[in-house]
């Protein structure tokens, strides 16, 4: 009860927060602050800091040990709150007031800003700035919650008190803007599924209940935002009045969202509000009369309007009661600064999260979509800008348009677009900037659209101020929008939150008077649906004809190219809702859209019936012509007809029945093509204005594609009861197509046979796909950025986009952080890559510079000009506290994961591989590219690993020139049939089993008699206990069946069928389904395991025991003893943690047996490692810090003093390479600082 009336205590003193008294009461009573009340000097303070407050600040309060904890008060003399303002001044106070909580008020001392700055000991970094806002409009429930938590009674306290280290750690958590925003989620998550059932009761429409539960509490979401403007009769807290309004005019039950909501929507926000709804009161009917005219679509009645639905009052006052609690801005946070409320960007990660149609909302990752974080967002558009205006205005000025993209800080803002002005360059730079365009093929929730649309607004306003322009902030942002912003999502939910996300970052600089707004005859948003597109940005097919890049085929007649322009120009007026447009609705835009596709196939068609009957003229009169094939992705190539060569007759047939055939295929798609609905997304025709010019492409493609494993991907557009096996198997050579015929010379792609030459690996992930077709979107000057899983970076179905990439684009950038995840929610790990556009018409870029980016610290803290100034001047490996990059010359890395074929004539044995060059004379060795790993060598090696390659050149050798590599027991899902644990001997040649693996609701377990000679003992969880290097035991048997079953086994097979455990992924393909695979046969001498943690250990296996859960290696050389001694060696767990797989999010190092195999490794084989082997093979192998003698796991800088056999071993080895003691000491320090990085970074979004 005492916490309840506490709570309201402090909830009334922010209710009624003017003047500086309720401040005193705050602190120096309720939460328990001492009183100071002392100005401080803001003698020697720049002007930025200086000028925006009306006096000097106050050391309001203080707390802790030694007063050590301060509030400081600030009142600016402005009558609103700008963050840009506050910042320089918290700046300025912090260097001498490292623990506080910052408070602002504007001069009239109603509004207020509670800051905190996150606490890091590095005060250099660019500091995390989080805000509470109090004031009238605000809604104080989370506000009251947290500010609650600073009281100093009610923190922890030591023997000495409470430190201000442990104060500032309250507050930090206090200001957690991600608790808010789970909190929210989880509540919201509540209501979501709760209208969603409610709405599939009614309707049965799991699909259309799905739609429009988020449609509706997307139109509610958006009445909390601008309401927040006071545009609704000028009432902060509107929609509490017109639901307490409904109330107490005792309307008929459960018509409020009819009678009310509806009105609201589909009337007042459409300038269609009318006097005759006698039910509403009078200040309601003046509040809707006088309501701004939206549209936008919206507030527009569409085809989820059509069906009746009924959202009772008892559902609304859920949702109102929800809506209630939390504080909504409209303002979207930037990396530095965070407000403690609900905004446009935490609405985008609870949509992200409401993804599927499903029961269960968590199963957002079958569909592969997670939010990017605010801070890579902006890390990403900011390089991609710079890249791209770079490539417009010039190299030479890169330093400097960093300089100006990269100014957060007032200060910085202004001393950047003096350097500008000083080059005379704005005028340069504000015409490149007005003309960029950005694309994001995967847009999801918008986020990287908002992101781009705030940092390019910041640049033309600063531009603006420069040239003098008289832009309003309301319509320039409405510009570039319209020019500059386009998404495609395939989701369409995705697509409606993306343009609730604009509309709102539209409507915050829309500083209109309430008066004008209704008057307006343009409405206030402008129509989103020609820039954010729903549709498959992949496959653009119908009836098996590929639609893409329509304007690049010659066969398209000049009366379809005048259409094409005339719908750009629509579209540019229906964007703008201008009454000369020549479309009322997007339904009548969407309508010209299919007759242009009917016209094009049915030019199509009359070009292949031409051509069919030149060729039957040609047969007749025997007269040779050569005709031209209709140029247009996806038909047959027939040959050419030559009068020299002479067709024979069945050629002209066979040629006249393949145009036949594609004629066939194009009446189909026609057929196919009735409604809108039947409209594919194709990007020539969706985004006519971009593919329409010279140069057609985008300026920048950008974005975070879908994370899908190849095993799951699928048509989205199909429902989950409708995608199967071979549908599967069809969009996935959809895909294969549509980047063959994308890249057509790359993949050597033959239309007329489907076939490539160069396959795209069928095991490739989606995000592979979007690589590759987002490339082939870009202008000739164009950037792409991406932030995706690293995976592709070292495993097999990565090097066809490696060695395209290597041949055709500049890879400027890849960059990892190995101090922070960037998906919390997401088993991944990522990496964010900046490229060129691709040149394909020849290998122009092998020249180019590469260059690998591993930082140390988050990304928040390294958004600095003067670091990415660094990265992009790097000529050598290069390693400061903040970052290693590793810069080197694409036809090096091109060079370094080729295979040499030596061709028969030539007998000459050489290692190096010569690139061919334009014009070169053909090689006599062909190198063919088979991959490397760019993830394990150019970002996570250590200096020491490149000093070892030196070093021990002489002894590199692929491992699989000492073992054959067999892969690990695999039994599909029947484990538990094959694997027995519970095993007795009865007597000599009789086992007694038990196997309790029953996969029945009433499966009895199996319990009887197995003869000796079936059970083959297996090592399973043997050596999670027993962590040596020598097996000498087993924990477990396999069922061998070798031959006929005898009758014991009989009945145990018959009991493992009863289970199903003939119908496993294995066992369905096998006959007799039982039948032992290799590996349940033989084991091998040792054993490899298939992922590593904070062991390295590699066993031998002397008996040849069958193991489960290991890979397996048969030596090819009788020195079993010294390979198993090397394997265990520092030296291989070095290599082992630099070049395998951290793609996975959790921690683990992954490993697959062809790359262990293919390993470059300097190999020592000495007599000196049969003693050391002795020494350690039969005691217990430990972590890295125990086997290092390290007690702290934390840090790598505690002195190293390995195990006394440990160090034997490794040293035999160290000294056949000739490292020196340094250099030894470099290899312990990096395995253990790899392996630290590696598991702490697992963490890093936990804390």
């Not at 700055?117 to 989370?142: A, N, P, Q, S």
């Not at 070009?607 to 030149?614: A, G, P, R, S, T």
């Not at 096996?725 to 549509?738: M, Q, W």
Request: net charge neutral.
């Amino acid at each position: 009860m005492a916490d309840i009336e506490y709570k309201k205590t402090i909830f009334e003193i922010l209710n009624n927060f003017k003047g500086i008294e309720p401040l005193k009461e705050l602190f120096w009573t309720e939460l328990n602050y001492d009183r100071v009340n002392e100005s401080l000097s803001r003698r020697g303070w720049p002007k930025t800091a200086t000028e925006v407050l009306a006096e000097d600040p106050v050391l309001f309060a203080s707390g802790g040990q030694g007063d050590e904890f301060h509030i400081i008060y600030s009142r600016l003399s402005s009558d609103r709150l700008f963050i840009t303002q506050e910042r320089p001044v918290v700046s300025k106070l912090l260097n001498d007031h490292p623990y506080s909580l910052f408070i602002f008020s504007n001069e009239a001392q109603d509004r207020w800003h509670f800051i905190n700055v996150k606490y890091d000991e590095k005060t250099e970094k660019r500091r995390l700035f989080r805000r509470i806002t109090i004031g009238h409009g605000e809604r104080l429930r989370t506000a009251t919650e947290r500010i609650e938590m600073l009281d100093l009674e009610r923190a922890e306290k030591d023997l000495f008190g409470q430190s201000p280290l442990a104060i500032q750690q309250v507050h930090d958590h206090a200001f957690d803007v991600e608790a808010v925003t789970k909190q929210f989620f989880d509540e919201y998550k509540t209501v979501f599924k709760d209208l969603q059932n409610n709405l599939k009761s009614q309707s049965k429409d799991k699909v259309w209940a799905h739609d429009y539960a988020l449609q509706f509490l997307n139109r509610v979401m958006f009445l909390y935002f601008i309401q927040r403007k006071g545009w609704l009769g000028e009432d902060s807290e509107f929609l509490r009045s017109f639901w307490e309004s409904y109330q107490k005019t005792e309307q008929p039950e459960d018509t409020f969202f009819e009678q009310w909501l509806s009105v609201l929507f589909f009337e007042a926000f459409n300038n269609k509000f009318h006097g005759g709804h006698r039910h509403f009161p009078k200040e309601i009917k003046r509040a809707l009369a006088t309501a701004p005219y939206l549209n936008g679509g919206l507030f527009q009645k569409n085809d989820l309007d059509q069906k009746p639905a009924k959202i009772t009052d008892v559902r609304f006052e859920q949702l109102f009661a929800f809506m209630e609690k939390y504080n909504f801005t409209i303002s979207e946070d930037s990396p530095l600064d965070k407000e403690v409320a609900v905004d446009p960007e935490m609405i985008g990660k609870v949509y992200e999260s409401l993804v599927n149609v499903s029961d269960e909302v968590d199963e957002r990752g079958d569909a592969g979509i997670f939010y990017t974080p605010r801070t890579e967002i902006d890390l990403m558009c900011r390089l991609s800008l710079v890249d791209n205006l770079t490539n417009h205005v010039g190299k030479k000025y890169k330093d400097l348009i960093y300089e100006v993209v990269f100014a957060f800080e007032l200060d910085e803002k202004t001393l950047a677009d003096k350097a500008l002005a000083d080059a005379n360059l704005w005028k340069e730079f504000n015409d490149s900037l007005s003309k960029i365009t950005v694309l994001d093929p995967a847009c999801g929730s918008g986020s990287f659209l908002v992101g781009m649309l705030y940092i390019l607004d910041d640049l033309q306003d600063r531009a603006a101020k420069q040239l003098k322009s008289t832009e309003t902030p309301y319509d320039r942002k409405k510009r570039i929008i319209r020019e500059s912003l386009y998404g495609v999502d395939v989701m369409a939910w995705a697509c409606h939150v993306a343009e609730l996300r604009l509309w709102l970052a539209l409507i915050i600089d829309a500083e209109i008077p309430t008066a004008d707004l209704h008057i307006r005859k343009e409405p206030l948003l402008p129509h989103f649906s020609f820039k954010i597109r729903c549709g498959d940005s992949l496959v653009q097919e119908v009836g098996g004809i590929n639609l893409g890049h329509i304007q690049s085929s010659q066969n398209i007649s000049s009366t379809i190219i005048n259409r094409l322009t005339k719908l750009k120009t629509g579209k540019f007026k229906f964007y703008n809702n201008d009454p000369s447009c020549q479309f009322r609705s997007t339904d009548e835009a969407m309508h010209e859209e299919l007759r242009i596709f009917r016209d094009i196939l049915g030019t199509l068609q009359h070009n292949i019936e031409q051509e069919i009957k030149k060729i039957q003229r040609a047969q007749e009169m025997s007269i040779g012509k050569k005709y031209i094939q209709p140029d247009f992705a996806g038909f047959s190539e027939p040959k050419p007809y030559q009068a020299e060569l002479g067709l024979k007759s069945s050629d002209k047939q066979k040629d006249i029945l393949i145009l036949q055939q594609d004629m066939e295929r194009i009446k189909q798609a026609r057929s196919a093509l009735k409604d809108v609905k039947d409209v594919p997304f194709v990007w020539d025709i969706a985004f006519v204005e971009i593919f329409g010019g010279i140069n057609s492409g985008f300026d920048i493609v950008i974005g975070n594609p879908p994370y899908v494993r190849q095993e799951n991907i699928s048509d989205s557009l199909l429902s989950d009861e409708e995608v199967t096996t071979s549908n599967k198997k069809e969009y996935k050579a959809k895909l294969a197509r549509s980047i063959y015929q994308a890249f057509p010379r790359f993949f050597e792609y033959n239309a007329s046979k489907d076939t490539a030459a160069n396959k795209i690996d069928a095991r490739s992930d989606l995000y592979i796909y979007f690589y590759l077709h987002g490339l082939s979107l870009l202008n000739p000057k164009g950037s792409f950025c991406f932030i995706t899983s690293n995976s592709w970076l070292d495993v097999g179905y990565g090097k066809r986009l490696q060695e395209f990439l290597l041949k055709h684009c500049h890879i400027k950038m890849v960059i990892d952080n190995q101090a922070k995840r960037s998906f919390a929610s997401a088993d991944v790990n990522t990496i964010i890559v900046l490229f060129s556009s691709p040149d394909m018409k020849k290998e122009t870029r092998l020249e180019e510079t590469a260059r690998f980016v591993m930082f140390k610290e988050p990304f928040e803290h390294i958004i600095s000009p003067v670091i990415f100034e660094e990265i992009e001047t790097a000529r050598k490996r290069k390693t400061t506290p903040e970052y290693r990059v590793n810069p080197i010359i694409q036809k090096q890395l091109l060079e370094d994961g080729c295979e040499i074929h030596v061709d028969e004539d030539s007998k000459e044995e050489s290692q190096k591989v010569r690139v061919k060059k334009p014009k070169q004379a053909p090689l006599i060795k062909v190198a063919k590219y088979i991959g490397n790993k760019w993830g394990g060598k150019y970002l996570r090696a250590p200096d020491i690993y490149w000093t070892i390659l030196e070093k021990g050149k002489s002894l590199i050798k692929k491992l699989n020139y000492y073992f054959d590599g067999e892969r690990y027991l695999n039994t599909g899902g029947a484990d538990g049939f094959f694997i027995l644990n519970k095993v007795k001997i009865v007597k000599k040649g009789l086992f007694f089993v038990v196997n309790d693996h029953t996969t029945t609701p009433n499966g009895k377990p199996f319990e009887g008699e197995i003869e000796e000679k079936y059970l083959v003992p297996l090592v399973k969880d043997y050596t999670r206990k027993n962590k040596r290097i020598e097996i000498n035991g087993y924990d477990a048997h396999c069922l061998v069946v070798k031959g006929n079953p005898s009758h014991l086994v009989k009945k145990y097979i018959k009991w493992g069928e009863q289970q199903g455990y003939h119908r496993r992924s294995v066992t369905k393909h096998q006959r007799p389904w039982f039948k032992p695979t290799r590996q349940m046969i033989s084991g091998a001498k040792i054993l490899v395991p298939r992922s590593f943690n904070d062991t390295f250990l590699v066993h031998f296996n002397p008996n040849l025991y069958i193991s489960l859960r290991f890979y397996r290696l048969h030596p090819k050389r009788e020195k079993d003893v010294q390979l198993i001694a090397y394997l265990n060696s520092t030296l291989v767990a070095l290599f082992l943690e630099t070049l395998g797989n951290k793609s996975l999010g959790q921690g683990v190092l992954d490993f697959f047996m062809a790359d262990f195999l293919t390993m470059k490794i300097p190999v020592v084989e000495r007599r000196d490692l049969d003693h050391a082997y002795k020494a350690m093979k039969n005691r217990i192998v430990h972590d890295v810090w125990t086997e290092f003698g390290i007690k702290s796991t934390g840090t790598s800088k505690t002195k190293i003093c390995p195990l006394a056999d440990r160090k034997r071993l490794d040293d035999v080895v160290f000294d056949a390479i000739g490292l020196t003691q340094g250099e030894r000491e470099a290899v312990y320090e990096a395995v253990i600082d790899m392996v630290n990085t590696r598991l702490k970074k697992a963490i890093s979004l936990k804390r």
